[in-house]
């Protein structure tokens, strides 16, 4: 029965056992009566494994890393070249996934130190490793300049001084992109927005008042005169789960019209950073392109502006991890306790069913941050109840802590039941917490039929482990 409690895009399943290819990843299928992954059952992962546990469908995710290295080469390969192709390693980031993208081409993006370091711990080349930030740390600089690496996006003309600095001291030279705010404002949720005036990255493109130069241009001309800077590009990135073109057209246009500038000045511009923030389909309203029509797309715009300019195509480089690493994983837990509530609309009263699982805002703090929408389904059996309005709420002692705002769901759903919830690849593990002291679950590749372990379960020992007077 159709909810008036639900959200106007969703709407009852025909088949409360069916799997949105959109949205699950390739290898997960139904077998007989249970979820699959690469052909093992759910309840066999979770025997083995545990509950809650995050599923990585490896051979989804290399597939797709393959996609967008394909895809984006063949569009620009008569422009500039081809592109590089960046993994960004905030969606997602073990020693084990690095490795994953070191073998299948692509260039590693990090935004910390401990990002940095397990990049350089699966062995991907520094010329290949990219460090972000707003604020980073001394050491952090530090390491990225001795270590060579192929790029330090600088956010500010402060940091760019210090890393001048530092350089100078090491008697090295650091290699140099410069974020650019161009004033973009993406469609997605103000907190992932990220080229827009009134936020903490980059540097602004637009003088300020009473200014001559804005602050990106100053920043050029001093990493171009800077002996020990080698200014490899400019960079731009406008905000993340974004399946509009608009936005990534007008930063495009933005930044080679800087760069034509530039030009002008006998300033020559190299190599230009697009970003990433490619969106994913996380529920049935959500309609995310392929890395084909992406690549295609930008490659036809920047190739009409480069022409408009009379500019030389500089190396593009792009940076997906989301959609890498998103629809790649699911997770599963185990299902507690079950009610139903009356809430009351329009004067009437209908039902909402709450179901209660293992895990909650610990692993997936997403739907309280950013109000994300997830779906879920029964996994475990197959089930001839009706479908009812639901609601996936954690175990956390929050009110807030809820996994899936609205899904149909079998109204026979019970204790001890399966619940999946697919891509959650991204910003799942990296973003999760120890929360009213939860451990966080383990992370299980499984690749070719087979599974195995790559990041352990975590223990009640282990949040022992930094106590310091036991």
């Known amino acids: 029965m159709d909810s008036p409690l639900a959200p106007n895009w969703l709407k009852p399943p025909a088949d409360t056992a069916g799997v949105d290819p959109k949205i699950f990843s390739s290898g997960v299928a139904r077998d007989n009566a249970q979820l699959t992954v690469q052909g093992i059952g759910v309840s066999e992962l979770v025997e083995q494994f545990g509950s809650p546990l995050w599923v990585l469908d490896e051979n989804d995710f290399r597939s797709r890393a393959r996609d967008y290295v394909e895809a984006f080469n063949a569009a620009f390969e008569s422009l500039c070249g081809g592109v590089d192709v960046f993994y960004a390693s905030k969606a997602l980031l073990t020693v084990q996934v690095a490795k994953w993208v070191r073998d299948e081409g692509l260039f590693m993006d990090t935004a910390s130190g401990g990002e940095l370091a397990i990049a350089l711990r699966a062995g991907i080349e520094p010329s290949k490793i990219g460090l972000h930030g707003n604020n980073k740390s001394d050491a952090e600089l530090e390491t990225a300049i001795t270590k060579s690496l ?40 103000q907190h992932i927005a ?24 100053q920043a050029v001309t001093f990493a171009a005169g800077c002996p020990h800077i080698n200014l490899v590009g400019l960079h731009s990135h406008i905000g993340s789960q974004i399946f509009e073109s608009a936005g990534f057209a007008t930063a495009a246009t933005r930044m080679l019209e800087f760069i034509a500038q530039l030009a002008a000045e006998q300033i020559a511009i190299t190599e230009l950073d697009i970003g990433g923030g490619y969106g994913i389909a996380y529920t049935e309203q959500d309609d995310p392109l392929a890395p084909s029509v992406i690549a295609n797309n930008l490659a036809e715009h920047i190739g009409a502006e480069t022409d408009r300019l009379g500019v030389a195509c500089p190396r593009i480089s792009i940076e997906p991890g989301r959609s890498i690493a998103g629809p790649a994983g699911m997770t599963i837990y185990t299902v507690g306790t079950t009610k139903t509530v009356w809430v009351e609309f329009e004067g009437n009263h209908y039902p909402r069913r709450y179901v209660a699982i293992d895990g909650g805002m610990s692993d997936n703090p997403r739907p309280v941050l950013y109000d994300a929408d997830y779906t879920a389904v029964l996994a475990n059996r197959i089930s001839e109840a009706e479908p009812v309005l639901s609601r996936v709420v954690g175990k956390h002692c929050e009110s807030g802590d809820i996994v899936v705002n609205s899904v149909y769901l079998p109204k026979d759903i019970d204790h001890g039941d399966l619940l999946v919830v697919p891509a959650t690849g991204a910003y799942g593990h990296a973003m999760s917490s120890n929360y009213n002291m939860l451990p966080r679950p383990a992370i299980v590749a499984v690749k070719d039929g087979h599974a195995r372990e790559i990041i352990r379960r975590e223990t009640y020992q282990d949040l022992f482990s930094r106590e310091v007077d036991l």
């Open 150 to 189: 192929g790029r330090i996006v600088v956010d500010s003309l402060p940091e760019l001084q210090r890393v001048a600095q530092l350089a100078e001291t090491l008697e090295m030279t650091a290699n140099v992109m410069l974020r650019l705010t161009p004033g973009v404002n993406a469609s997605t949720h």
């Open 194 to 217: 990220t080229a827009h005036e009134d936020q903490k990255f980059g540097l602004t493109m637009t003088p300020a008042p009473g200014a001559e130069t804005s602050a990106a241009y």
